[in-house]
């Protein structure tokens, strides 16, 4: 059995700064109360070196009296210091504690009474005490916060002779429209709630953090590693299933959480850190609500998005994107105009998708550069096929949110030659969240100017149908994801038959998107759907090739 002075002493110089100083009487417990640190004036006031497996209730037992009791266990379940006044029983004489949140446990300061060996007084102490605790302590959740986090963490990371530490980063996921449309308050009180989630899952040698807004921290000490951080972060995750609610609203916030392991995933602050940011991102980015152990290869996809977001700054004027041109058909099969789809042609990786660059132009502000360039680019191409033929554009929210849009798109159908009524504008429902009045401001005044406004990918996002009665729409373009199974799914086909109805009803055509099988395109023109895209009716092909596909489908004209 170790030297038990030794190892309590240097057990509370590692705790709490006030350890080291030698007139404080003061000790640390883990979480069941067994002692496990002690300054050196405790040591030799209460002799702890003849004890074996001291308790907190060994060396105070009036903590034991149910009142005392339920004040300690309150400092464990919030991290809220409060002072005891306790009262020795063979001599009567009153000594006040301060007991606080430590690192797996709690503290205990002596702060009147036999044990004040200072002329500071026991206010003063007190008061000392709780100064500390508010500067290592998130005064909202009572968690201990960013400081504090630093502290433990470099003053935990492990030996290899050492259990492994594991450090799990938790980002709330839809934490930030609760704050938009509930307001502050309810965010506030969201935080709480999730701070007592995730206290609520701890096990012993498990410590939560509040870094900073909707992000926290966990480190865990334990043997089995990855084990038992998998262990703790599904169960966090579960926790946060169950929705929230606030003033009578119930409001649902996940947590996505990222694992790095100590020493496998680093042995530094900055090295762990790291790992679990980009183990969280990895949760994040595959649908979040989900838990990620840090990898080796997640580090490798990460550097090649990073080599690529480089790249795309320079991609536009490296004449590196080209349009690629999708048939639109209007049963049984009569093209009247192709949809415009960007491609990006990087000069290592080959052709990126769309579904990869976009979001990174947008977040990198590079997409109305982007978008006007096939605006234009597209006009140009329309301008030279059948005057009957449309074109198709998307728009990206960031390129309708921008001021001038109106005057950009004018500008671009008069340097091509291009009638407005020839150019189709597809906006997601995502970009009418946002400025609704503006929104509606720029879409009529492209209706005025006589072009043709789609809603894409209707049914895969808010589905208001409000959106359908105020805005001008020409269009409600049908997701893929209820095509793909209609010929099989009695809910897909009554959806479809549902928008198609709907549709019709307000006076606008209907596409669908995605038709890859004759039994999905004799079904939609049963249905009376007006237009057909997908890869059964025609791939996306560059503007030379459309000549030669306009002269093949000639004869494709039954289904």
Sequence with gaps: MPDTDATLSASASVQ???????????????????????????????????????????????L?????????????????????????????????????????????????????????????????????????????????????????????????????????QIDLDDFKPVNDTLGHGAGDAVLKMAAERIRGALRDGEVAYRLAGDEFAVIQRHSDQPSDAEYLAEALVEAFKEPF?????????????????????????????????????AAKKDGRGRAKTFS?????????????????????????????????????????????????????????????????AEADGLMNDIGQWVLEEACRQAATWPSHFTVAVNLSPAEFLREGLTDRIAQALDMAGLRADRLELEVTESVLLERTTNNLDTLNTLNVLGIQISLDDFGTFYSSLSYLKNFPFDTIKIDRYFIKDLESDEKSQTIVRSIIGLAHGLGMRVTAEGVEAIG????????????????????????????AYLRRSSAMATL
Excluded at 28 to 33: P, V
Excluded at 312 to 325: G, K, M, P, S, V
Excluded at 523 to 547: H, N, S, T, V
């Design 16 to 62: 709490d700064p006030i350890a080291a100083n030698a007139d404080e009487i003061l000790s640390f417990y883990d979480e069941a109360f067994h002692l496990t640190g002690a300054s050196p004036a405790l040591q030799e006031t209460y002799e702890v070196g003849t004890l074996v497996d001291a308790t907190l209730w060994h060396l105070y037992p009036e």
């Design 64 to 168: 034991l009296a149910p009142a005392s009791k339920t004040t300690v266990e309150s400092v464990i379940a919030n991290g809220v210091p409060r002072s005891v006044e306790i009262v020795d029983a063979s001599t009567k004489s009153r000594r006040t504690l301060l007991v606080f949140r430590a690192l797996r446990g709690i503290g205990v300061l002596e702060t009147g009474g036999r044990s004040t060996r200072r002329e500071i007084g026991s206010h003063g102490e007190s008061e000392r005490a709780l100064l500390l605790h508010q500067a290592t302590h998130d005064v909202l959740t009572g968690l201990p916060n960013r400081r504090q986090f630093s502290d433990d963490l470099q003053n935990t990371l492990p030996t290899p002779s050492e259990k492994k530490l594991a450090l799990m």
């Design 296 to 360: 080796r290869s997640m580090l490798i996809v990460l550097e090649q998005r990073e080599m690529l977001r480089r790249s795309l700054r320079t991609a536009l004027q490296d004449n590196q994107f080209t349009i690629e041109y999708q048939p639109l058909v209007e049963p049984p099969f009569s093209i009247v105009g192709f949809e415009a789809l960007v491609r990006w042609h990087h000069p290592l990786v080959g052709v990126i998708p769309p579904n990869v660059f976009i979001p990174m």
């Design 520 to 547: 999905q395109a004799v079904w939609l023109r049963k249905e009376g759907c007006d237009r057909l895209q997908g890869y059964f009716l025609g791939m996306p092909m560059p503007a030379d090739a459309i000549g």
């Design 245 to 281: 609610t606030i003033d009578g609203i119930t409001v649902f916030v996940g947590a996505s959480i990222g694992i790095a392991i100590a020493p496998n995933d680093g042995n530094e602050i900055e090295q762990l850190m790291k790992a679990a940011d980009i183990a969280l991102y």
